[in-house]
């Protein structure tokens, strides 16, 4: 009787290692369309190919100092109200020097080639609590093409993120990355101003990338680049990669429509 | 007997556990992006072209010193042409290099990676640079007699797009082959910063020193671009932490300038001709 049962035993066991090794995992993979209908998912291309008449490459130029500043927006409304950042008008600044507006202006990509239509802004807003600015397009005759908001569903951590920017004043520019973090305080960069709820993203972000849109994989706005861990301001010549901060869309839909700007989104 | 009976309801839970789990994960989804009907997969891009691209190695001697360059290539035709950067051969002063051919120059080689662990080295010979218009030189392998070799397949870089994926294939920091993914920033960038202007594709990519002269491919496995450099803060070399240090801008010579390249020196049998997907 112990005899067989030991013989039992080893048969069991021996039964076990082979569901062990016969019960690999068979990947099923799932196909998704690049149709732009419905809940599909959109890679860089697509985001870029739906987002790139939404944005806005900025261009501040002070008389007084013949200074130039250089940024990004984003277009949400069709008569042309543009999202962007303090900085990206401003630059490197705090409430009190501020004495005069720039002349704005904003050149809008319209193909592949990268030609694009120049625009006139005006500043409709500027925030430096928050250090979201909001622009007007005045050219009054023209019909602008909004980004879709991500209302359904907040960010999370490891989602796929694309943006464009106008990066070092090179013109609009595609960058993809990842949300790293979220719920970040920072003191933003060149002001003693702190903010909080921050979305962290490794996404490249260079001078100029401040106000470009992030877009998830729907192609739909989820935050707009505030600010960036910068190399600029370490001792030390070890760069730092892609570390950059965003408001989400909760933040960004919170900002416009508490004030009164003249238009409300997300309703 | 008491420990025997113990061990079998061991091994009787264990099968029993292992069912459950068998039965709860026989099938992981994977999601695929696919646009129209091609599925990009950097290791299939990888696996097909790695044996078309080169480690280079440069090497002159003088009486005074041994200076080493490295940098990237990748093979354009079956009889060994290859395709680099000129300031792989010639060093950052490139431009000013004229046609000559460099003084000192002693050797020049091209290591493919077979994907196996194993390298085979092949000596190359300097057939032409381009002009200050773009960054582009021409080598020739030494093959044997009969001998040929995997040559790419190029993209017209015109119908470039934002945003569109690609891999990148070269030799970071003279590390050896390796591939790096990214995305097109910018299909079409004139840099006025130099003189001649010049006509660039713009990645944001990890594009390290030694990338130079590699290929970009797209989505489908085709040469759309060659690595050429990055964007450089003059803070790279200094010591100044003040300066704003640019992160992953980097820049390609577009297909259509190796094209045209190419077509300038008339070889017998060798010009680059672009493919194109039925959509």
Same mark, same amino acid.
């Given at each position: ?110 193909? /592949? ?119 600029? /301001? ?34 | ?97 004229? +046609? ?6 002693? +050797? ?125 803060? +003059? ?45």
């Amino acid at each position: 009787m112990k005899k067989y049962l030991k013989i039992l035993t080893a048969f069991l066991l021996l039964i076990s290692v082979f569901c062990l090794a016969g019960c690999n995992p068979k990947a099923k993979v799932q196909y998704i369309s690049s149709s732009k209908e419905g809940d599909a998912v959109y890679v860089a291309e697509m985001i870029c190919e739906k987002n790139l008449s939404s944005t806005v490459s900025i261009y501040s130029s002070y008389s007084e100092n013949g200074e130039n500043v250089y940024g990004t927006g984003i277009i949400l409304t069709e008569n042309g109200y543009v999202l962007t950042t303090v900085y990206s008008i401003f630059g490197s600044y705090t409430e009190r020097e501020i004495s005069a507006l720039p002349i704005l202006s904003g050149n809008i990509v319209v193909s /592949n080639n990268g030609s694009f239509v120049k625009v006139n802004l005006a500043v409709v807003n500027i925030d430096f609590k928050s250090g979201l600015a909001i622009l007007k397009i005045t050219d009054n005759d023209k019909v602008f093409v909004p980004v879709t908001l991500e209302t359904e569903n907040l960010p999370v951590v490891g989602e796929y993120t694309a943006s464009l920017v106008n990066a070092k004043a090179m013109g609009i520019s595609a960058v993809e990355g990842y949300i790293s973090k979220l719920y970040v305080t920072r003191n933003l960069s060149d002001t003693e101003i702190t903010v909080n709820n921050l979305m962290q993203v490794d996404i490249r972000a260079n001078e100029g990338s401040f106000g470009g849109g992030l877009f998830n994989n729907k192609g739909r706005l989820t935050g707009i680049i505030l600010d960036r861990q910068n190399t600029a /301001n370490t001792s030390s010549l070890d760069p730092i990669y892609n570390i950059t901060y965003a408001y989400d869309i909760e933040r960004i839909i919170d900002y416009i429509n508490t004030g009164n700007y003249g238009f409300k989104i997300g309703a | 007997m008491k420990r025997l009976g113990k061990l079998f309801m061991l091994s009787a839970a264990l099968i029993l556990s292992i069912a459950i789990f068998a039965g709860c994960t026989t099938t992981v989804t994977e999601k695929v992006y696919v646009e129209n009907g091609f599925v990009y997969e950097a290791e299939n891009i990888a696996k097909e072209n790695i044996s078309s691209c080169l480690a280079i190695e440069v090497i002159y001697d003088s009486i005074l010193a041994t200076k080493t360059l490295t940098g990237s290539g990748f093979i354009i035709s079956e009889d060994g042409y290859v395709i680099t950067n000129a300031h792989v051969i010639y060093g950052d002063d490139w431009e000013g290099a004229g +046609s000559t051919y460099p003084q000192n120059l002693k +050797s020049i080689t091209g290591t493919i990676d077979n994907g196996d662990g194993t390298t085979q080295s092949y000596n190359l010979t300097l057939v032409a640079k381009y002009n200050p218009y773009a960054d582009l030189a021409l080598l020739k392998m030494n093959l044997g007699e009969g001998e040929t070799v995997k040559a790419v397949k190029f993209r017209d870089s015109s119908t470039a797009k934002y945003g569109e994926a690609v891999l990148m294939i070269g030799n970071p920091k003279g590390l050896g082959i390796s591939a790096v993914r990214g995305i097109i920033s910018q299909p079409s960038l004139t840099d006025n910063s130099s003189s001649p202007a010049k006509e660039y594709i713009l990645l944001d990519i990890a594009m390290n020193h030694g990338n130079s002269g590699g290929p970009v491919f797209d989505k489908n496995g085709f040469v759309i671009g060659v690595a050429a450099m990055r964007y450089k803060t +003059s803070a790279a070399s200094s010591s100044d932490s003040s300066i704003d240090l640019a992160v992953g801008i980097g820049y390609a010579v577009p297909s259509l300038l190796v094209q045209k390249f190419i077509s300038t020196l008339n070889l017998e049998g060798l010009e680059v001709e672009f493919s194109v997907i039925e959509e």
